[in-house]
């Protein structure tokens, strides 16, 4: 069972917000209406931990994860993993991704600015802008500069992706004009992220908009070398080691363990997928054994194929090792050596690959680091790789950055801009590899606009690969 993080009484402080206080007797000192940003930001942080980065109580991450076949269910198909999916399977996600998450956090971003607390309204605002460009590679078009005005406007328009971009940046651009302000009240042990080290907020900040620029490298009215400059400039501002990754830790007692681990219990029927898990031994990566667990039916690293018309035992197949999923791992949100990964991709469309090379190899590097490979099996490896050139850059740089960057979503961005890791749809496929995820009934039904026609193998604005 999935644990789900609930939110404090956010929606009663908007109804409430309006109402002229006559009687102070009328106070319930259980049920308050006006909720400090330190009460706010820990669980807006669990619930982009556990809804956004891990699925939670949705499926999208997941769904993504199987489209990427690093994960499989081990149940005959049809199922997500040979792409089924209906508009009812996305309510989850996006309750998720606009109530409980871009709502809260545009709340914080108000009540934020409205104390003088600019640490605070950064946070919302860096936080958003992450949100948002989740959920903008995952559907598309969406709504947001009309959204968030309650009854003013139930029926928001979606602004185009391209729209969305800008605000993005524009997101970002503003958190880090809010750090530098230095204004109000500075966040603590109620930051789980980074326990209000600004600094490192900022570098995240400038990661996300290396990110970001470098999605639309093949975008209509961009260009390869334009994006590519734009992130590097914007990454000598962005994270410079892994102690700057964006994560939140989990302690493993009841209650409070990863959302990884969770979405990996017996109950899901989740497993490792046989793409995954065999790439690492056609590298002979020495990561195997520190990123997958050995099956414990036979002791040996085995990945389930996805689309299978029979059921395996579940201990025949293999799931994470305890560095991502164990009860009291981390959880990744976004991750130093991604900003490497950047530098050498973009290094590549500016100055070819002998400029992207140590880039490259210090991407492996850092990523052997953190999970805890030996120096020895480290230079090994990466001598094994062997030198990037012009036929085998671009392919090797993603490969080596979705290992590093296990379990995210951005991972599937990446598949869509460059085909790499290479994919071939998997046995029993109901189509092409999907390229988007359905746009949810609920939203169907209450908001109808015509982008909600959108099948899953239509390409996003920038999906030009």
């Not at 009484?9 to 009687?23: E, N, Q």
Request: charged share 15%; aromatic share 10%.
């Amino acid at each position: 069972m999935k644990k789900i993080y609930f939110i404090l009484g956010f929606a009663l402080m908007v109804a409430l917000a309006g109402c002229k206080k006559y009687l102070d007797v009328n106070e319930d000192p259980n049920r308050p209406i006006d909720v400090k940003e330190s009460l706010m930001l820990p669980p807006i942080q669990m619930l982009i931990s556990q809804n956004i980065n891990a699925s939670g109580d949705g499926n999208l991450s997941v769904v993504l994860q199987q489209y990427l076949q690093v994960m499989a269910l081990n149940q005959v198909a049809p199922n997500f993993g040979t792409y089924l999916m209906y508009n009812i399977d996305m309510d989850g996600d996006w309750n998720n991704v606009y109530v409980r998450t871009l709502n809260n956090l545009n709340l914080l971003k108000i009540k934020a600015a409205a104390n003088g607390n600019s640490n605070y309204g950064a946070i919302a605002k860096i936080l958003t802008a992450y949100t948002l460009g989740y959920a903008t590679d995952a559907w598309g078009d969406l709504p947001y500069s009309q959204a968030f005005l309650g009854v003013g406007q139930p029926t928001p328009a979606y602004d185009s992706q391209q729209q969305i971009y800008v605000q993005i940046q524009a997101l970002l651009d503003d958190g880090i004009a809010d750090i530098a302000k230095n204004a109000g009240l500075k966040p603590g042990n109620d930051d789980y992220v980074y326990a209000g080290d600004m600094a490192r907020w900022r570098k995240l900040a400038y990661t996300l908009k290396a990110r970001y620029y470098l999605h639309l490298s093949k975008a209509p009215g961009n260009t390869a070398s334009a994006q590519a400059q734009l992130a590097l400039t914007a990454l000598t501002n962005g994270m410079q080691s892994n102690d700057d990754d964006a994560k939140i830790a989990f302690s493993g007692a009841a209650g409070s363990e990863n959302p990884w681990q969770q979405n990996f219990l017996p109950g899901t029927t989740f497993v490792l997928a046989n793409t995954f898990v065999d790439a690492f031994t056609t590298r002979n990566d020495p990561r195997l054994s520190k990123m997958v667990k050995p099956a414990k039916q036979t002791g040996l690293f085995m990945g389930r194929q996805i689309g299978l018309d029979e059921i395996g035992s579940l201990e025949a197949y293999s799931i994470p090792a305890d560095f991502y999923a164990g009860a009291n791992a981390n959880n990744y949100l976004v991750n130093y050596t991604e900003a490497l990964f950047i530098k050498a991709e973009a290094t590549l469309v500016l100055s070819g690959f002998a400029g992207a090379q140590p880039f490259y190899q210090d991407g492996i590097r850092q990523h052997m680091i953190k999970v805890g490979v030996n120096t020895a099996d480290m230079n090994s490896y990466i001598a094994s790789r062997g030198t990037l050139s012009s036929t085998n850059a671009l392919r090797l740089i993603i490969e080596e950055k979705s290992v590093a960057n296990f379990l995210n979503a951005e991972n599937y961005t990446d598949w869509r801009r460059t085909g790499f890791p290479a994919l071939t749809k998997v046995k029993n496929a109901l189509s092409e590899i999907p390229r988007r995820v359905l746009y949810p009934n609920t939203e169907i039904t209450a908001n109808p606009q015509p982008q909600q026609k959108a099948k899953i193998t239509d390409r996003l604005w920038w999906d030009m690969n």
